[in-house]
């Protein structure tokens, strides 16, 4: 089964760091594009940050441009999102997504998802 798995987030005061971390060690880590997304309660899901796993290119919403780095390490399968100078506007469920094909940067193209991890900023 296809398995992508957060973990890193947490409870941070405002300014402050966290990293999230998504585990896809099911994956050959071949999937055309990753990303992050994130959605509050009654909120509709955001794409944050996005990778395309071949050529490392990036993109990220306007929101946490500068402050959220997207990166990928294929040696542990593993997908990252460092966020810095976090405000209470990033509290959030974060998910971690793959896609195999399609634009990387819709949403609709991402079929595989975690399960999510919460993030708190106060």
């Known amino acids: 089964d296809v398995q992508l798995v957060e973990s890193g987030g947490g409870s941070v005061k405002t300014g402050g760091s966290l990293r999230l971390s998504c585990d896809a060690s099911w994956f050959t880590y071949s999937s055309y594009c990753m990303a992050w997304f994130r959605q509050t309660p009654g909120g509709e899901r955001e794409g944050v940050a996005y990778i395309v796993t071949s050529s490392g290119n990036t993109r990220y919403a306007d929101s946490v441009k500068g402050r959220f780095t997207i990166s990928q390490d294929n040696a542990k399968n593993t997908l990252y999102l460092q966020m810095n100078s976090l405000k209470p506007d990033d509290t959030a469920m974060y998910y971690c997504?793959?896609?195999?094909?399609?634009?990387?940067?819709?949403?609709?193209?991402?079929?595989?998802w975690g399960q999510g991890t919460q993030v708190t900023v106060s």
């Open positions: 997504a793959a896609a195999g094909s399609g634009y990387c940067y819709s949403q609709l193209a991402y079929h595989y």
